[in-house]
């Protein structure tokens, strides 16, 4: 059962990406100086997809075995679990990359914004599970 509620957390939150960059897409692209073609779509193909639901799965094992040992067993200790793991651990990771790559702080909050609400729902899905 393990493994069903960490691809279906993991695409939950790749899920929430995809609402949360498509809403932010030309703010997000103009931070993160991503190269457009002539239909205004980002280029670089599907590489990016299949990494993003690589790592959505390894987030959401990790943070699976992360809410086991520590006793994380109904939808809001989750929720909240998940939000300190985007707010506290993955968002000022993405500013130190940002920051000591001289990228704009708008980057940052897009980058951080996804981070702490897929990593929620992702914890809220675990523990519905």
Same mark, same amino acid.
């Given at each position: 059962?393990?493994?069903?509620?960490? #691809?279906?957390?993991?695409?939950?939150?790749?899920?929430?990406?995809?609402?949360?960059?498509?809403?932010?897409?030309?703010?997000?692209?103009? $931070?993160?100086?991503? %190269?457009?073609?002539?239909?205004?779509?980002?280029?670089?193909?599907?590489?990016?997809?299949? #990494? /993003?639901?690589?790592?959505?799965?390894?987030?959401?094992?990790?943070?699976?075995?992360?809410?086991?040992?520590?006793?994380?067993? /109904?939808?809001?200790?989750?929720?909240?679990?998940?939000?300190?793991?985007? #707010?506290?651990?993955?968002?000022?990771?993405?500013?130190?990359?940002?920051?000591? $790559?001289? %990228?704009?702080?708008?980057?940052?909050?897009?980058?951080?914004?996804? $981070?702490?609400?897929?990593?929620?729902?992702?914890?809220?899905?675990?523990?519905?599970?």
């Amino acid at each position: 059962m393990g493994i069903i509620a960490v #691809l279906v957390a993991a695409f939950a939150g790749f899920a929430v990406g995809a609402v949360w960059y498509m809403m932010l897409a030309k703010p997000w692209m103009a $931070a993160a100086e991503v %190269r457009v073609g002539p239909d205004g779509r980002p280029e670089g193909g599907a590489l990016p997809y299949v #990494l /993003s639901a690589i790592a959505m799965v390894l987030v959401a094992g990790m943070m699976r075995h992360v809410f086991a040992l520590s006793a994380v067993d /109904s939808w809001d200790k989750g929720l909240i679990s998940g939000l300190g793991i985007g #707010l506290f651990f993955i968002s000022p990771w993405i500013m130190i990359n940002n920051a000591y $790559a001289g %990228r704009p702080f708008r980057l940052t909050l897009i980058d951080g914004g996804y $981070a702490v609400i897929g990593c929620a729902v992702i914890g809220l899905v675990l523990t519905l599970f």
